[in-house]
């Protein structure tokens, strides 16, 4: 048990998250909760606008400034509270122990330095070791030849490079630091397929070496069962089911947002007409639904789902938050 | 890159022989002629009739055109009817005091428009930016020959501080530069703002803070260097706008520079002057945007990468 509490690098509780324009307040992210301890992956699932990515920018503090705010929650990483600490420690923070690889690398990388540049300037802003000049030059070298970029292509600038290059050296940029936490917003969503199952296994290769904690954001339940020990499914801004990859991908029971998401992945081994996705559109969240946010949705929606919160229900590491559970003896902390 | 430049100066000819085209087409409606103007009113008519067919007055325009092409290919723009000295003799004197008000106008307006067009953008929405770009818009909107006027009254005639007139010091220019400068500064500072704006929002100055840079590292390596390459554009079209400005400037504050020339030529119906005066300048704003999409291509590795190849 005391070995848990130590091994364990990132708890979120609670955390609530807005965006306030003039005319409107966007309700991103709605109470969530998660934990990631050294060395695991997380895998946070779900359809474009479920929050994910707020969640991801919210624990840097990267929200855009003035409009994107988090109103509740703490966000402790090495047991101190991110949503406390001042900008200039967050700033330490960024980049040397937790570090982000962006979704499109074709607009992620300032395309008027060298690559070069760019990944010295992460060593530069994090030197805790005060090496010199050469040492963070080879530093850099190393780091490329880590992701499989040749060191002489290093003077070059990002349109010289393809999109999985680019990607890769933006992994490179991330890991210069050997940060303890690394979050991958949809890294390969804008690849090539090919590319894509190149630059994950990379991905994985490395984290194992460098004994990093990832939080993987995708909308991709084929690349989460690949890589992650925990999911957790977000639907508008909450997290409506989680669990570990064995609860997910083994276990019988799921709330029917997870059924349909697994659903809209195509199945090599069954033949499936067509694609089954899950009908509609994600709630508008400047006005979410009352209850279960998911009920217009939901086929197996019954009348309570509109009118209360959903249950959350145990089993064991396996939660889910679903009226349709509640008979069936799991245990209910929130009502 | 050397073949760039080659082949950027060899556009230089269509657009010259254009320009020739248009200048003697344009004078060729304007009234009166040149010997007239010359010999005076009271000249007898046989005099002035045998004068302007020694000018070549009574030729055709696509003669005209043609023999002003083969002369300057020997390198004879002709002779000023007015001084009878080869054209650019005078262009030649005049020149500095123009490109010295251009090139000062040029660099006020960099030196005032970039930075507080920055500042404006980095404090969006609070009070400095309202005071930047609300003075910007009238310094935009305001006619340069009133401005000129406005200036000269308060600083000349009330209070005695700056020449009205004449290139003798610095001092002479600090009106008149200040003049010219003031819209086109007010420009680049609206656009640098726009720009700056834009580049705030890309993605890649979201992942230089994910890396832990500051602010300041934020705006003077990632955002300044692209969003400044519109504005060096910008920079060099008005220069030529400048240039053209010049023309009013000159005028309201009697300085002898070529716009002056120009004018006293345009009505004095001086041909060759005007056409040399206008060929001048015409080669003066292609150099200058020549210069302009070097510099870009010095900042920008993806134009630098296009050229090279
Ligand atoms: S709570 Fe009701 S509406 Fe929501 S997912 Fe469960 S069954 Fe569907």
Redesign the interface.
Known sequence: MNNEIKNKLLEIRNLKVVYETDLDTIYAVNGISFELDKGQTLGIVGETGAGKTTTALSILRLLPQDIGKITEGNIIFEGEDLTLVSESMMRKIRGEKISMIFQDPMTSLNPVLSIERQLLEALELHNTQNRDKNQLKARVDEMLELVGIPKNRKHEYPHQFSGGMKQRVVIAMALACNPLLIIADEPTTALDVTIQAQVLSMMKELKEKLGMSMILITHDLGIVAETCDKVAVMYAGEIIESGSIEDIFGREKHHPYTVGLFGSIPNLEIETPRLSPIDGLMPDPTNLPSGCKFHPRCPEAMEICSEELPPIIEYGSHTIVCHKFKKEGGVNEKN | MYRYVIRRLLTLIPILLGIIFLVLFIMSFTPGDPASLLLGQDAPEEAIVQLNTELGYYDPLLVKYAKYIWNALHGDFGLSYRTQKPVFSEIIIRFPVTLKLAFYSVILTAIIGIPLGIISAVKKYKPIDMVCTSCAMVFASLPRFWLGLLLILLFSVELKLLPSNGVGTWKHFVLPVFTLAAPTAANILRLTRSTMLETIR???V?????????ER?IIF??EL??ALLPVITSLGVEFGVLLGGAILIETVFSMPGISTLMITSIRMKDTPQVTASIIFFAILVCITMLLVDLIYAL????IR?KYIK
């Open positions: 890309q993605d890649y979201r992942t230089a803070r994910a890396k832990g840079a500051s590292l390596r990632h260097k692209n900042i920008d590795p993806r990468s």
